[in-house]
Each structure stands twice: as C-alpha cells, then as structure tokens.
C-alpha cells in the first residue's frame, strides 16, 4: 500500500436534500497506475458508498465516463493520476449538461439530436437478402472510418462554447455521425438527413473554434465533418440553382 495521497473533490449533487449543486473533498491512497475512474471506484466502495457516476467497459470504449476532470472533459478511465498528482483533482459533471446526480448528468437532448441525424445506413430500398451483401472497396471505407470511431462520449458537446450559449445546436457528434452515414456507399439518406443537418440549428450555427475535435479521445475530428458538411451543402445549393439553367442551354 502507498503511503502517498491524493485529494479529489468531486460535486456532489443530491436533489431531495440540496437545491444547488455541492463539492465533496477525499483523501485516498495515491497510486501511479490508478486512473480517476479507478479513484472514484476507490472512494465508492471503501469511502462513501453514496457517490454517483457512470461508467463501464474501463477501456476508452463504452463513452459513459466522461467527466470535467480539472475543467477539462476527459474519459475518467484514461485520466491518470500521476498527470495529476501531488496537485489535487477537480471531478464534476460534464459541462452544459443538466445535472441528473452528483456526476450524472441528463443525456436526453443528445439522444434526442442523435436520433434525429438518422445515424444508420438508409436504403430507398432494400434488395433481397440471397442477392447478397452491399460490397464496398477498402477505399469507399477508408472515406467514413474515421468519423465511424465516435463513441457517444459527449465531451465535443461539453467542450463547444456554441452548444453552451444555443442548446438548440444539433452539434459535433450528431453531426459528424449523420456525416459518417452521408460518406457511407451504401447509403441513400444523405436527404432525409439533411432538413436537421444543414437547419440553421445545424452546421451553419458552428463556428469552427474546434475545441470539439481537440477533446475527441478518438480522433474524430467532428469540427472537420462540420466543415466538409458546409462545403458539401454549398455546393448541393449551387448545383440545384444552375442545373436546371444548364439544361435550358
């Protein structure tokens, strides 16, 4: 055991006993190969069995423990201490979220702007299952992977300054998500997609500061498929304005 410690302080938010969010300080063992998940597991089974968060695979993928660690939205599961220590560590909820308890915060409007993306393959219609699978080459793969890595981790929406000012913004993950689906060659719903996606409330509210793609803990880059989605868009409107006068010619 080490005889090093280390202090947390954690929000603490508890709606039938306090009406505005609370900090909580611990001391706890300091170990060097301890994450802050591993410290809040910690304080939680051998400390105070009343603390709450969310988490689950321990490994960078479920997205569930993302948290503001030192006012930076990290994956707690990957948040070492001895990055931290001996200086103590700050854990709240994920910014401009509402709080649900204490780390817990309310997810539902990102799963609400997650639905209304539609991120899944859309077909105008579906061939028969024994004329086989819709084949792709590894370069029309290579086109979406990286926006197919997003883990639903919501530190892009704690770390955007838009969607902290305009809750109304459909933002980074959702958008690079109906993205990922728009890139995809077996995909057709590029325009049912598109009445949310390219909506005032959509790509046009972003304003490329980018702070969405530097917290990605999986190089996503969402600021970039906002900004490949505007391009896209743009030149959609410019073609439906000439086409039909080319046609003319």
């Keep these: 055991m080490s005889d090093k410690t280390i202090k947390i302080t954690v929000t603490r938010y508890r709606p039938e006993e306090e009406e505005e969010p609370t900090e909580q300080s611990y001391e706890i063992e300091y170990r060097d190969d301890w994450v802050v998940l591993d410290a809040l597991n910690h304080i939680k089974d051998e400390v105070d069995g009343s603390l709450s968060y969310r988490w689950s695979c321990r490994m960078g993928v479920c997205g569930s423990c993302g948290m503001m660690v030192n006012g930076e939205p990290k994956l707690s599961c990957a948040a070492f201490l001895r990055d931290y220590y001996p200086n103590e560590i700050k854990v709240e909820p994920l910014h401009n979220f509402p709080i649900v308890r204490d780390l817990v915060i309310d997810m539902?409007?990102?799963?609400?702007?997650?639905?209304?993306?539609?991120?899944?393959?859309?077909?105008?219609?579906?061939?028969?299952?024994?004329?086989?699978?819709?084949?792709?080459?590894?370069?029309?793969l290579k086109e979406f992977k990286?926006?197919?890595?997003?883990?639903n981790c919501m530190l892009c929406y704690s770390a955007c300054p838009v969607y902290g000012l305009e809750t109304e913004f459909v933002g980074p993950a959702a958008i690079a998500l109906g993205h990922r689906y728009n890139l995809d060659s077996r995909d057709q719903g590029?325009?049912?997609?598109?009445?949310?996606?390219?909506?005032?409330?959509?790509?046009?509210e972003c304003t490329y500061i980018g702070e969405c793609s530097v917290v990605c803990p999986k190089d996503v880059d969402p600021?970039?498929?906002?900004?490949?989605?505007?391009?896209?868009?743009?030149?959609?409107?410019?073609?439906?304005?000439?086409?039909?006068?080319?046609?003319?010619?």
């Design 223 to 249: 600021a970039a498929a906002i900004q490949r989605t505007k391009v896209a868009t743009t030149k959609g409107w410019f073609k439906s304005m000439l086409l039909p006068w080319g046609e003319k010619k």
């Design 146 to 151: 990286q926006f197919s890595m997003c883990i």
């Design 108 to 140: 539902s409007d990102f799963m609400d702007k997650l639905q209304a993306v539609q991120p899944w393959i859309i077909r105008d219609e579906e061939k028969p299952v024994s004329e086989g699978e819709y084949l792709q080459t590894p370069d029309e």
């Design 190 to 204: 590029t325009e049912r997609r598109q009445h949310v996606i390219a909506s005032s409330e959509g790509i046009w």
